[in-house]
């Protein structure tokens, strides 16, 4: 919505954009350089200080167990910024290769990859990761696997409708009677003409990915519960919502930051493509 | 005092990149002109010279980026102090427009009816009222079963039928201007000498300002009293058609007459061309030796048939031109010699030998000796990919000898453009790039497909002459594919007709044009004649459309429906015999078109 506003106006564009640049590189300094910003370590306990409103000394306030909010949601940063940009990047590799192969081929391939898709998008979204992590146990590794996975149909549908228009185009067709090879005709003639698209799409996967770890973390399916992620830390401290807004608000406010960044920067991109 | 006064006009498009606004220059520059009541006023020039800019500004209709300037002034009323209401009052009962794709005009959820009433009904008519007007309306615009089309939905009519459609919305306004932008660009000959008829008939009783936007003289002449010679911007020649076209002062004005390849001029003839390339005397090489035939290609689309059974041989080093209107199944052809599209039936024969239908099975060698240049300049290059890179792989992959440099001299693109995107080419630097790419190795056929269609009249008599050059040159054949017979008339050698995927008439060039005529050849022949138009008569409207056709219904002639001159019981019912004349001409006909050659020679001279 902001975004689509956003468009009409170059200037107001321009201002999204730093707003969102701003709010992710915060973040991301914040996952590289967790030790040197936060003021305490996340998990260092201060048993007299529990539930401590924010203060010049605990900016976010602290919680149930003394630990210091600020430091916790700065350390936060770290594993959502590991897992969703590796799983997004695998699952666009996956998704480029799939969509490229089944968009140009089309016929029978593209039927069975289609159908096999489509058996995936009519079950919920979070499903086979909740499956997954059940079953495999959590770690970085089956978090970035299934949530790559879970991705990758997403992903291949774009880049599968960007290449049916794309090999209907002449220049597709020259290259076939010049005799080039499928490889040539996917790698150099059609990718760079749908790269703009896959980056648009991965972008708003990135947010998505990004919610979807913290809400596997709130289900405690992510990460472990007492660990600094943020969806824990929601999920650890709901219960104190009502006297300790803070151990609450602060996670969420970093969970949602990050997602809204994200997506404003792939608003940007889309309206700059299409500009 | 005229009915349309336009003084000093001005539009500057805003630029959202560049911040300095003030340096970009004006789309349209100080124009000043009138068109009286009844009166109609070209405006001609090249893509991007302001006349569709033009256009907009007098329908109040540009963006808001544009800045004008300058007095329109319509029947006493100031159109550019217009606004709300008055505006909208101003554009319901003053002002018409036509545009050049008659698609992007109409509603496509609405019936064509239904969108004429609802002019109808703003201008105060009741439903019922509104509705009997749609359909008489219609029937003005010489439909057939006005009824029946009212009921249609756009997309269910053709496009000639859907600019008619357009043409209705505009009487139904009956307007003081009426604007026509391109109305017949895009349609086929036969048919856009029907809607320029219309045009004329209409103009007549509706007393409006007409004014006529086009990038083509020869339509000029024919439409308009008055004409204005556009270029960047500027009116540079503004006067009476007949001492514009006839003597024009301004030095452009001659360009642009000069590049325009006027009726019966040919490669032979055509002493620009010359002038650059002196005409190779040509030895016919060895006689007989065809490189190229097809024989019995069969091709269907689902229910419709685009190749029935078409036979056709290209000799060495000779160009042929293959006619037809859009749905003819011309362009399939040529897809399917170049392997593209594969047929569902027949056999091709490269120097005589057979070789496969489908590309992918093609040998190299034969892949490489047949090339194709693509109709639509803008997706026949890569937009990611550089000048050079594109002419560097056709040289590896088609087993060039020549460089980048040389290949590129020879299509005449300068070195400088080598570095550029192919996307900020443009349509004839793309066209040319394309040549280059199809000419980098040695082909010995090149098939063009509309090469020219897309490009503006000045830019396409350079292509056509560059591809003359290149094909004498190299001694490549060509398949020339276009719907426009003077374009084909200009470069062929021999040329085949092509209507509903049967080659219905082919012979050398001068005995197509000279006749006896396959009626088909007959109404293209007319068509494409700008000084046949005859004002008195209405013509004869196909009311079939387009002439792709469905399979297994054929028993007859294809033509047969359409056909001016059917023989009754006799045309529809038996397959019309192929009759070889002495002047090399093949035509599939019943009429009485003078003597067969004797079966003897004709079994010789027949070309296949």
């Known amino acids: 919505m902001i975004g689509l506003r956003a468009a009409r106006d170059p200037s107001r564009r321009r201002v999204t954009l730093v707003i969102a640049v701003t709010v992710l590189a915060v973040w991301i300094a914040s996952a590289l350089f967790a030790g040197l910003l936060a003021p305490f370590s996340p998990s260092a306990q201060l048993p007299r200080l529990k539930f401590a409103d924010p203060s010049v000394h605990h900016l976010f306030g602290t919680d149930g167990f003394g630990r210091d909010v600020f430091s916790r949601v700065i350390a936060g940063a770290r594993p959502v910024l590991t897992i969703a940009p590796l799983a997004v990047l695998l699952a666009t590799v996956a998704g480029t290769v799939l969509g490229l192969i089944t968009g140009y081929f089309g016929g029978l391939t593209d039927s069975i990859a289609m159908k096999i898709l489509q058996s995936f998008a009519i079950l919920p979204p979070l499903f086979p990761a909740v499956l997954a992590v059940a079953l495999l146990g959590r770690s970085t590794t089956v978090l970035v696997v299934v949530l790559g996975f879970a991705f990758t149909p997403l992903i291949t549908w774009t880049v599968r409708s960007a290449t049916l228009v794309e090999r209907e185009k002449q220049f597709v067709e020259a290259a076939r009677l010049r005799g080039e090879s499928t490889a040539y005709i996917l790698g150099r003639e059609i990718l760079p003409n749908i790269a703009g698209s896959i980056i648009v799409e991965s972008t708003v996967r990135l947010a998505d990915a990004v919610f979807s770890i913290a809400t596997l973390a709130f289900i405690g399916l992510g990460a472990a519960p007492g660990s600094p992620d943020w969806g824990a830390q929601v999920a650890d401290n709901r219960v104190n919502l009502q006297f300790a807004w803070w151990t609450v608000l602060f996670p969420a406010v970093a969970v949602a930051s990050l997602v809204i960044s994200v997506s404003l920067l792939a608003d940007v991109i889309r309206e700059r493509r299409s500009a | ?608």
């Open chain 2, 1 to 608: 005092m005229s009915l349309l006064t336009v003084a000093d006009l001005t539009v500057a498009y805003r630029s959202p990149r560049s911040a300095a606004a003030g340096v970009v220059p004006p789309a349209v520059d100080g124009v000043s002109f009138h068109v009286d009541a009844g009166e109609t006023l070209g405006l001609v020039g090249e893509s991007g010279c302001g006349k569709s800019t033009i256009a907009l500004a007098i329908a109040r209709s540009l963006p808001p980026t544009a800045r004008v300037s300058g007095r329109i002034n319509l029947g006493g009323t100031d159109v550019a102090t217009l606004a709300g209401a008055s505006l909208r009052q101003w554009w319901r009962s003053d002002f018409a427009m036509v545009y050049q794709e008659p698609q992007s005009a109409l509603n496509p959820t609405m019936r064509v009816g239904a969108q004429i009433a609802e002019v109808l009904r703003v201008k105060g008519l009741d439903r019922q009222a509104a509705d009997r007007e749609a359909i008489s309306l219609l029937e003005r615009v010489a439909m057939a079963d006005p009824a029946a089309i009212a009921r249609r939905y756009p997309h269910q009519i053709s496009g000639g039928q859907q600019q008619r459609v357009v043409i209705a919305m505009a009487l139904a306004i009956r307007p003081q201007l009426l604007v026509l932008d391109e109305p017949t660009t895009g349609l086929d000959a036969t048919v856009e000498r029907e809607i320029l008829q219309l045009i004329a008939d209409l103009r007549a009783e509706l007393s409006a300002a007409v004014l006529f936007i086009t990038h083509d003289l020869g339509l000029v002449e024919r439409m308009c009293e008055r004409v204005a010679v556009l270029q960047a911007g500027q009116i540079k020649e503004h006067g009476p058609v007949a001492n514009v076209l006839v003597a024009p002062t301004h030095e452009y004005t001659r360009e642009l007459l000069a590049c325009a390849i006027p009726p019966g001029r040919t490669k032979h003839n055509d002493a620009v061309l010359r002038a650059a390339v002196p005409e190779i005397e040509h030895v016919p090489t060895a006689a007989g030796s065809p490189l190229l035939e097809v024989s019995n290609v069969v091709k269907h689309y689902g229910a419709v048939v685009a190749s029935d059974g078409v036979r056709l041989r290209i000799d060495a080093g000779q160009v042929v031109g293959l006619v037809g209107e859009s749905g003819s199944g011309k362009t399939t052809l040529g897809r399917i010699i170049t392997g593209l599209t594969v047929p569902d039936e027949g056999e091709i024969r490269l120097r005589g030998e057979v070789i496969a239908t489908d590309l992918a099975r093609r040998r190299s060698a034969v892949r490489r000796s047949i090339q194709m240049v693509f109709q639509s300049p803008d997706s026949t290059l890569n937009p990611r990919h550089r000048v050079r890179d594109v002419l560097k792989r056709a040289l590896l992959k088609l087993g060039g000898s020549r460089t980048v440099e040389q290949l590129a001299a020879s299509c005449r693109l300068d070195a400088q453009q080598l570095g550029q995107l192919t996307s900020t080419l443009s349509g004839g630097q793309k066209q040319r790039v394309a040549i280059a790419r199809a000419i980098a190795g040695d082909a010995a056929l090149v098939v063009c497909d509309e090469p020219v269609s897309a490009l503006d009249v000045s830019v396409q008599a350079t292509i056509l002459r560059l591809l003359v050059e290149l094909q004498e040159h190299r001694d490549v054949a060509l398949l020339f594919v276009s719907h426009d017979l003077a374009v084909v008339r200009y470069l062929s050698d021999r040329i085949a007709v092509m209507y509903a995927g049967r080659i219905v008439e082919e012979g050398p060039t001068e005995a197509v044009l000279a006749g006896p005529h396959h009626p088909y050849t007959a109404e293209l022949l007319a068509a494409s004649d700008h000084r046949a138009m005859d004002t008195g008569s209405r013509p004869v409207f196909s009311a079939g459309g387009g002439t792709a056709r469905s399979a297994g219904e054929r028993i007859g002639c294809v033509f047969a429906d359409r056909c001016p001159q059917r023989i009754e019981g006799l045309c529809a019912t038996t397959a019309p015999p192929v009759r070889h004349l002495d002047t090399g001409l093949r035509i599939e006909c019943h009429l009485d078109l003078g003597p067969d050659i004797d079966d003897e020679v004709a079994g010789e001279a027949a070309r296949i």
